[in-house]
């Protein structure tokens, strides 16, 4: 099949303050406006979504910190829907082990490719798809050894409904009824010097349609992140990352049958550049080596990318 093309503008504005309302209790608000617009041979759409949010972060003792939040979207195309999260930490005294906990609640409306998108092998969109809802909790803790190297681990577990995933026929995206991602993140962090850190991440994820146990699409069981933070001068930040996504499970675009996708490693490079106190200049390279790879499998993922800016800030 040629090539289709769907073009896609983003445009958002956004307000976020930062009070301290009194001693270890800080309020953060804000306010943001998002519009969507998207054009094809076959589509011409528009969407929208206006939110507020208020979060307390509260310093409860020295060692007990709990941050809660509430949030309302109003979307244009599905209406309102409230969320919200709440997550203590405690700092156990003698290790300073850190015991953290969260659970909330989440919101997701189909993207405008979902809803009305064309694409090759007579894939259409689903107008009548619903937004994804989510209930969540993760615990874990955190753990310093030394000045220089601390780790952590966290089980995480989502409830989803509505799951937005493929059709039967793998032609259309319907809402599952139920689904349900868990897993385990693990990191360790290093300070090697004061101008040399890094990092390792990984995640384990299992995800499954809760209504008949068969393991979701593209989704990476392992996960795994080697990241450097590097400062040669004062004024500049060099980022390198490494991301490996392991072994999917995915459907062969010819024949469609399962079989696996993924084991694909990916390098960024990101650098900042601090002018003055008001001027930064940025730079960011995704996929450096152009690797060549699909998700899903018959879609060819974005090669090399590069970006630059600048960003401005008053005092």
């Known amino acids: 099949y040629p090539p289709t093309s769907f073009d896609g503008s983003r445009t958002k504005f956004d307000w976020r303050g930062n009070f301290l309302v009194a001693p270890g ?3 953060v608000a804000g306010l943001e406006r998002e519009n969507e617009q998207a054009d094809s041979a076959n589509l011409s759409a528009k969407t929208g979504n206006q939110a507020g949010y208020v979060e307390l972060q509260s310093e409860i003792t020295k060692r007990l910190f709990v941050v809660g939040n509430v949030r309302y979207d109003d979307n244009d195309s599905f209406g309102g829907h409230p969320t919200w999260r709440i997550a ?3 700092i156990v005294p003698g290790t300073e082990t850190k015991l953290k906990a969260s659970y909330g609640t989440g ?5 405008l490719y979902q809803l009305y998108g064309v694409g090759p ?3 259409v969109g689903n107008p009548n798809l619903q937004p994804e809802t989510s209930r969540g909790y993760d615990a874990g803790f955190e753990q ?8 952590g681990v966290t089980y995480f577990h989502n409830d989803i409904e509505n799951l937005i995933d493929y059709n039967s026929t793998y032609t259309s995206l319907i809402n599952i009824g139920q689904a349900r991602t868990y897993g385990v993140e693990a990191f360790a962090s290093v300070e ?3 101008r040399l850190s890094g990092r390792f991440d990984y995640t384990r994820t299992t995800a ?4 008949t146990g068969a393991e979701l699409l593209r989704r990476p069981r392992d996960k795994y992140s080697l990241s450097a933070v590097w400062r040669p001068l004062d004024r500049l930040t060099i980022s390198p990352t490494l991301i490996y996504l392991g072994q999917w499970q995915d459907i062969d675009r010819s024949t469609f ?3 696996p996708g993924g084991n694909v490693a990916i390098v960024n490079l990101a650098a900042e550049y601090t002018v003055n106190d008001n001027v930064t200049l940025f730079a960011r390279g995704e996929n450096l080596f152009n690797k060549q790879w699909e998700d899903p499998l018959g879609w060819l993922q974005p090669g090399l990318g590069v970006f630059a800016g600048v960003k401005l800030t008053t005092n």
């Open 257 to 259: 049958v399962y079989r």
């Open 144 to 151: 310093p050894i030394g000045s220089r190297l601390r780790v």
């Open 208 to 211: 499954i349609n809760a209504v």
């Open 121 to 123: 092998y007579g894939f």
């Open 192 to 194: 090697f010097n004061d």
């Open 25 to 27: 209790q800080r309020l």
């Open 88 to 90: 203590p930490a405690f």
């Open 107 to 111: 919101f997701k409306p189909p993207q």
